[in-house]
C-alpha cells in the first residue's frame, strides 16, 4: 500500500517551496522586514553593518522577502547568518506574503534600491509603489526606504499613513552624495570624516608609527546615539565627554 503512494510523496516533496513557509517569532526578539533591491552584494553591505560585533544590541531576526528565489551564493550568506536571518520568496504587493513574514509585529521594514539601475525613477517608483502596499496592509508599520532621485521623495507625502514623526524616512542616495561634496568645498575632508564615522569598522593594529596607524585608529570609530540624565543639562561637550 504504501509502496503504491512513493511516486506522490516524492512529487509533493519536489514541488514544496523552501522558501515558501511562514516567519515563526521567536519569544520576545524583535524582527524587521527588509525588501526591494536583494542581491549579493546589497544584502552583504547591510548585514555587514547591522550584524557589527560593535553594536551593543543585535538581537535581532532580519526577514528578507523578495519574489525570487536566492542564487547559491546568496544562499550561503543566509545560512552564515541562520541564527538571525531568514528568507522568503514573495512579494510585498501581495497581503498574502505580508502576513507570512509577519509585517503587522515588525519593528521596521526597510526597503532597498537598486543604485545601479538604468532608470532611477523607475526603480524610485516600484519602491514607493511597495510602501504603498506595506502600508495599506499595516499603516502603523515604521518604514525606512532608499529613493535615487530627492524630487520622488514628495511623493511619498501624498500617502495618508505616512508619517515622518513616528519614524518613516526616506533616504536618497544622490542627495547624500551632492551633500557631502558640497560640505567638502567649505570643509576639505569631511566628507570622509562623516563617511567613516558612519559606516562600522573594526579596528586594525599597526605596529608601525605611519599615517596609516593613525587613520585606520579614526576609521574604527562610529557615532552612537545615547540618552542621557537631565543632571547634564548646562554642562559643555567637553565636560560631558570627561565625565562619561
Known amino acids: 500500500m504504501f509502496a503504491r503512494y512513493v511516486p506522490e510523496i516524492a512529487a509533493l516533496i519536489l514541488n514544496r517551496n523552501k522558501f515558501g513557509g511562514t516567519f515563526n517569532k521567536h519569544g520576545g526578539r524583535k524582527h524587521i522586514v527588509v525588501c526591494g533591491h536583494i542581491t549579493l552584494e546589497s544584502v552583504s553591505n547591510f548585514l555587514k553593518d547591522f550584524l557589527h560585533k560593535d553594536r551593543d544590541d543585535v538581537n535581532v531576526e532580519i526577514v528578507f522577502l523578495h519574489n525570487i528565489s536566492p542564487n547559491l551564493e546568496l544562499e550561503a550568506l ?21 502576513a507570512r ?9 526597510l526597503i532597498l534600491a537598486n543604485k545601479y539601475c538604468a532608470d532611477p525613477d523607475a526603480e524610485d517608483a ?19 526606504t532608499q529613493m535615487l532621485q530627492y524630487h520622488n521623495k514628495a511623493h511619498l507625502l501624498n500617502i495618508p499613513s505616512w508619517n515622518w514623526k513616528e519614524g518613516d524616512d ?7 552624495k551632492l551633500g557631502f561634496i558640497a560640505q ?16 562600522m569598522r573594526s579596528f586594525i593594529k599597526i605596529e608601525e608609527d605611519t599615517w596609516q596607524k593613525y587613520y585606520l585608529e579614526g576609521v574604527s570609530n562610529e557615532m552612537y546615539t545615547e540618552y542621557l540624565s537631565s543632571a547634564f543639562v548646562g554642562l559643555s561637550f567637553p565636560t560631558v565627554c570627561c565625565v562619561l
Do not use: W
Open 78 to 98: 543566509f545560512k552564515r547568518h541562520f541564527t538571525q536571518v531568514e528568507f522568503y520568496q514573495g512579494s510585498v504587493l501581495n497581503p498574502h506574503d505580508l
Open 101 to 109: 513574514v509577519k509585517i503587522e509585529s515588525a519593528d521596521a521594514c
Open 126 to 144: 516600484s519602491n514607493i509603489m511597495r510602501v504603498i502596499s506595506i502600508k495599506n496592509y499595516h499603516p502603523k508599520i515604521r518604514i525606512i
Open 184 to 199: 567638502s568645498c567649505l570643509a576639505q575632508g569631511l566628507s570622509t570624516m562623516l563617511a567613516n564615522l558612519f559606516s
Open 170 to 176: 526616506a533616504i536618497c542616495l544622490a542627495e547624500l
